[in-house]
Nanobody, 119 residues
Framework: QVQVVESGGGLVQPGGSLRLSCAAS????????VGWYRQAPGKQRELVAM???????NYPDSVKGRFTISRDNAKNMVYLQLSTLTFEDTAVYFC?????????????WGQGTQVTVSS
């Protein structure tokens, strides 16, 4: 059974940095588009970074220049480097791996990791 697991969240002061990790079992993340999403209390889940199977990356303006998504194919990991964090970055961060192969659609979510920005 495919599992996607996030780690690396925690409490950080404004202006600080964190690196989140996304690991998967039974799939190779290199074969998927992988996105990091976040959901703050009372708000909808939003995409904060995407890396495609081909290595193309995309970020919304709210995090561009502060967040960086990357892959380590040898370790089957995807990372999200968070920097210059603000209170508004407080949320649960989720990793998603998805792809469409012919008629087969695959979409896997992790359970999330909490990031809290507080002084």
């Amino acid at each position: 059974q495919v599992q996607v697991v996030e780690s690396g969240g925690g409490l950080v002061q404004p202006g600080g940095s964190l690196r989140l990790s996304c690991a998967a079992s039974d799939i190779s993340l290199r074969d998927y588009d992988v996105g990091w999403y976040r959901q703050a209390p009372g708000k909808q889940r939003e995409l904060v970074a995407m890396i495609t199977e081909g290595g193309y990356t995309n970020y919304p303006d709210s995090v561009k220049g502060r967040f960086t998504i990357s892959r380590d194919n040898a370790k089957n990991m995807v990372y999200l480097q968070l920097s210059t964090l603000t209170f508004e970055d407080t949320a649960v961060y989720f990793c998603n791996a998805n792809r469409v192969t012919g008629y087969l659609k695959e979409n896997y979510w992790g359970q999330g990791t909490q990031v809290t920005v507080s002084s």
